[in-house]
């Protein structure tokens, strides 16, 4: 165990798993201008400021797993933060798109090592309810990121250009740098080390995809995080421009972040006692018909229905996707224990691609309505609800085994 106190451990993970989620809800009181300032043909085509550091995280989860195992959890994380800060670096001397997106598809292969590197390190020191306990209080950091960042993003902005949130970033980066390289220690020791053999991964993604109940998982998760990935790449247009809320914005976006979080601590209570499968196709009905209800007022209000309307829709919507992500995560893991690590690699690697495509899908068709945002949460969470209805209970598998 590391001689640092937990306090301070959990502290530093909790900072560093939260980069990728910093560097994605600060920009989006941003977002307008620097499209305007990057000269997009497209209002829509600033979403992909967003969106694709998502798809620079699906590669990223994959590759630095094997790595962190072979020459250890800091060096790992330390070769993510150095990718990282050369996309916030890119980013920020960006003047066309093209190298904006090059910029954030980096900062988001680079930030794919705090989140699953960061998991690792907890599991090297702790387990069971200790370990339960750690992510609990990192969750709960969590819950506070996406609900503060547009706030400080909206601060920067009150007395400086959008590029200083790049350089914002760029400081967080090094701190965390040298707040791993001199306040943690090492936590994977050389006798537990393993040779760098990507073949492991390929199988990981064979047998992962090979198994039922995983492959359907880990499609529904992605589904439902393409859904809510859509409503992130939207929710500046929606709020700031579509609805007039101008510098509201970033309190209206934080008190729905608060939505997603407060998920979490339900979950917990509700778990224990529903499963997690039928939590998961509670949430799922409700999200399908609550979408369902809404269409027609969404259709009759020609796609823009008084904000309070919405406002009844999309909180409850917001939490039961909150609901869903740490259970369609465990759901997909269960059968794959015995290959855990690339497996949790595997799945969230394909599931957040797969989002990163449906939610650019969302996003494109954003036509100043909220149209293809709830179309996008009902369509994609009735597939989902599909994919998981077709696999069967755990209790029931067992129950035919010793039957």
């Not at 859904?227 to 914005?249: E, K, P, R, S, W």
């Not at 996707?321 to 059968?335: D, R, S, T, Y």
Request: glycine share 8%; with cysteine.
């Amino acid at each position: 165990m590391s001689e640092k106190t937990p306090l301070s451990f959990v502290t530093l993970m909790a900072v560093l798993m939260s980069f990728v989620a910093l560097s994605i809800d600060i920009m989006l009181p941003a977002l307008s201008q620097m499209g305007i300032d990057l000269g997009v043909e497209q209002a829509n085509d600033a979403q992909l400021i967003l969106s694709m550091v998502f798809l620079g995280m699906a590669p990223g989860m994959i590759i630095f797993g094997p790595i962190s195992d072979t020459f250890g959890r800091k060096r790992a994380i330390h070769f993510g933060l150095v990718i990282f800060l050369a996309g916030a670096l890119i980013s920020y001397f960006s003047e066309s798109m093209n190298v904006m997106l090059f910029g954030r598809f980096l900062q988001g292969l680079g930030g794919a090592s705090c989140r699953v590197v960061t998991i690792a390190m907890i599991r090297d020191l702790f387990s069971g309810v200790e370990m339960a306990k750690i992510m609990s209080i990192i969750m709960l950091f969590f819950i506070l990121v996406p609900a503060f960042a547009p706030l400080i993003g909206q601060a920067i902005l009150f007395y400086f250009k959008w590029r200083f949130i790049f350089l914002v970033l760029a400081g967080l980066t090094l701190t965390g740098f040298l707040w791993l390289s001199l306040g943690q220690e090492e936590t994977l020791k050389e006798d537990k080390r393993l040779p760098l053999n990507f073949s492991t991964v390929l199988a990981g993604i064979r047998e992962t995809l090979s198994h039922q109940a995983s492959r359907n998982y880990t499609l529904a998760a992605g589904m439902a995080f393409g859904a809510f990935l859509g409503y992130i790449t939207t929710v500046q247009q929606i709020l700031q421009v579509q609805y007039d809320l101008g510098d509201y914005f970033s309190i209206a976006f934080g008190l729905f972040a608060l939505c997603i979080g407060s998920a979490s601590y339900f979950n917990s209570r509700l778990v224990d006692r529903f499963g997690m499968q039928s939590i998961c196709l509670y949430a799922l009905k409700f999200i399908i018909l609550w979408a369902f209800v809404f269409l027609p007022i969404v259709y009759f209000t020609q796609g823009h229905p008084h904000f309070a309307l919405y406002v009844c829709y999309l909180a409850p919507t917001l939490f039961c996707v909150g609901i869903l992500f740490g259970n369609f995560n465990a759901l997909a893991m269960e059968p794959l224990g015995h290959i855990a690590g690339v497996a949790n690699s595997v799945i969230s690697s394909l599931s957040t691609f797969l989002s990163f495509i449906l939610a650019t899908f969302i996003g494109q068709n954003y036509t100043n309505t909220v149209t293809p945002l709830v179309l996008g949460f009902f369509s994609l969470g009735l597939l989902s609800y599909i994919l998981v209805k077709r696999v069967r209970p755990v209790e029931k598998e067992k129950s035919e085994l010793f039957s």
